[in-house]
């Protein structure tokens, strides 16, 4: 996670893969907004749920300008 300017409730963030992106509400685990394959909106929805609490801890941090703490990343 990292902070670009103008980011903006609700807390949430970006995915990437190939020509796809989308964005991921932190709270609700759902796809709000992008078009993503199937099988990866799956993957990556299942581990938003597992890293939900430090998704969020990350968030405040960007919110208020520190770094975001490293999250284990899918695999």
């Known amino acids: 996670m990292y ?23 932190i709270r609700t685990c759902e796809l709000i907004e992008g078009n993503f394959p199937r099988k990866q909106t799956k993957l990556v929805l299942a581990w938003a749920e597992l890293h939900q609490e430090e998704l969020l801890n990350d968030w405040d941090l960007v ?12 695999q």
Not at 5 to 11: D, F, K, L, S, V
Not at 63 to 74: A, R, T, Y
């Open 3 to 25: 902070f670009a300017p103008g980011e903006h409730p609700p807390p949430h963030f970006h995915v990437y893969y190939a020509e796809y992106t989308a964005t991921v509400d």
């Open 63 to 74: 919110m208020n300008g520190k770094e975001p703490i490293k999250i284990q990343p899918l």
